[in-house]
C-alpha cells in the first residue's frame, strides 16, 4: 500500500515549456486534491477532483489543468510555465469518514523551478 | 470565507521543553480541525484532528483541543524532543460540497539538543 504518489519528484523547466505532474493513490479514494506550497503561504488548492470524471477549480486555477483519468489517477498540466509556477506541488486524496468529515492524505511532493 | 491563522515562527525551543503553536479559525458552520506535519523534505504528514468543538485529538505526544468559543485549536506537546523538528500546519475544512482543506501557513519548529 503505497499511499500517494507523485512523479517527478523535481523539475526544472524554462518559460513556456510544458509539463504534466502525476499523481496516483492506492487507497480507493474518490476524491483528490492538486495543492501548491509557497513560503509564508501555506498550501492553496490548484484543482480538486470529488469523483471520477469531475473536475473543479480551487482558489489558485489560472495556468493550469488538471485530468482525472480514472479514480486512481489525477494529473495536473502546466501547458506554459511562468517563473510565478515555481513552487512545490502536492497531491492529496481523502476518504469520507464517519460523519462526512473527510481526511486528506498527500503525497511526497513536486519541486518545480521555472527559469 | 474560511481562513487559518497561526502564530508565526520560527519556533526554537530546547528538547524537553513545552510547546504550544496557536492557531484560531474563521469559518462558517462547524469545521473539521486538523493538524498537518512536514519533516525536512518529506510532504505533509495528518498529526492529529477533531470533528467537532470540545473533542481533543492527540498523537505521537501533541494534543490539541476544538474550542468553538474562542474559535481556536492550539497544538500542545509537553516534552518535545529533536526528532519534533518539522513545520506545523493547522487546517480546516468545513463541510461544504468541496469538502477543500483552508491551511494557515505554517509554524517552523526546531528543537535543539
Known amino acids: 500500500n503505497a499511499g500517494v504518489t507523485q512523479t517527478p519528484k523535481f523539475q526544472v523547466l524554462k518559460t513556456g515549456q510544458s509539463m504534466t505532474l502525476q499523481c496516483a493513490q492506492d487507497?480507493?479514494?474518490?476524491?483528490m486534491y492538486w495543492y501548491r506550497q509557497d513560503p509564508g503561504m501555506g498550501l492553496r488548492l490548484i484543482y480538486y477532483s470529488a469523483s471520477e470524471g469531475t473536475t473543479d477549480k480551487g482558489e489558485v486555477p489560472n495556468g493550469y489543468n488538471v485530468s482525472r483519468l480514472n479514480k486512481r489517477e489525477f494529473s495536473l498540466r502546466l501547458e506554459s510555465a511562468a517563473p510565478s509556477q515555481t513552487s512545490v506541488y502536492f497531491c492529496?486524496?481523502?476518504?469520507?469518514?464517519?460523519?462526512?468529515?473527510?481526511?486528506?492524505?498527500f503525497g511526497p511532493g513536486t519541486r518545480l523551478l521555472v527559469l | 470565507g474560511n481562513s487559518v491563522t497561526q502564530m508565526e515562527g520560527p519556533v526554537t525551543l530546547s528538547e524537553e521543553a513545552f510547546l504550544t503553536i496557536n492557531c484560531t479559525y474563521t469559518?462558517?458552520?462547524?469545521?473539521?480541525l486538523f493538524w498537518y506535519v512536514q519533516y525536512p523534505g518529506e510532504g505533509l504528514q495528518l498529526l492529529l484532528k477533531?470533528?467537532?468543538?470540545?473533542d481533543k485529538g492527540s498523537n505521537k505526544g501533541f494534543e490539541a483541543t476544538y474550542r468553538k468559543e474562542t474559535t481556536s485549536f492550539h497544538l500542545e506537546k509537553g516534552s518535545v524532543q529533536v526528532s519534533d523538528s518539522a513545520v506545523y500546519f493547522c487546517?480546516?475544512?468545513?463541510?461544504?460540497?468541496?469538502?477543500?482543506?483552508?491551511f494557515g501557513s505554517g509554524t517552523q519548529l526546531t528543537v535543539l539538543p
Open positions: 492529496a486524496s481523502s476518504v469520507t469518514t464517519t460523519g462526512g468529515r473527510e481526511t486528506q492524505y
Open positions: 469559518a462558517t458552520g462547524y469545521p473539521s
Open positions: 487546517a480546516l475544512s468545513d463541510q461544504g460540497s468541496a469538502r477543500q482543506l483552508t
Open positions: 477533531a470533528t467537532k468543538a470540545d
Open positions: 487507497m480507493n479514494h474518490n476524491s
